[in-house]
Nanobody
Framework: VQLVESGGGSVQPGGSLRLSCAAS????????MGWWRQVPGKEREFVGA????????YYSDSAKGRFTLSGDGAESTMYLQMNSLVPEDTAIYFC???????????????????WGQGTQVTVSL
């Protein structure tokens, strides 16, 4: 599975961004995916997860109510719509995927075999 993120950038507090993760190399019905973020010097943090077979979505507490996951099977792309952004959302955002299911749960990095290169999101005045 190959993953390519896009859509990062700089935005003011209260603004919005939409991240995209284009996937290839495996049937989408077999993939479970997630978004993670990381600030230099800190551990990678779970943001949200998406199961293609059911359309089920899961969010971290910080993302719930502000971020929305969706998928477009025709485009083989997962989206993360981020609204009401705050400076604490500043990070490199990574798309991740696993074939099958999340063996250690969707909140564990160990559940994902494939990772994208990351895209920078900066929220500041």
């Amino acid at each position: 599975v190959q993953l390519v993120e896009s859509g990062g950038g700089s935005v003011q507090p209260g603004g919005s961004l939409r991240l995209s993760c284009a996937a290839s190399g495996s049937p989408f019905r077999d993939i479970a995916m997630g978004w993670w973020r990381q600030v230099p010097g800190k551990e990678r943090e779970f943001v949200g997860a998406y199961r293609w077979s059911t359309g089920s979505t899961y969010y971290s507490d910080s993302a719930k109510g502000r971020f929305t996951l969706s998928g477009d099977g025709a485009e083989s792309t997962m989206y993360l719509q981020m609204n009401s952004l705050v400076p604490e959302d500043t990070a490199i955002y990574f798309c991740a995927a696993t074939t099958g299911t999340w063996s250690w749960g969707f909140r564990s990095t160990r559940s994902y075999e494939y990772w994208g290169q990351g895209t920078q999101v900066t929220v500041s005045l």
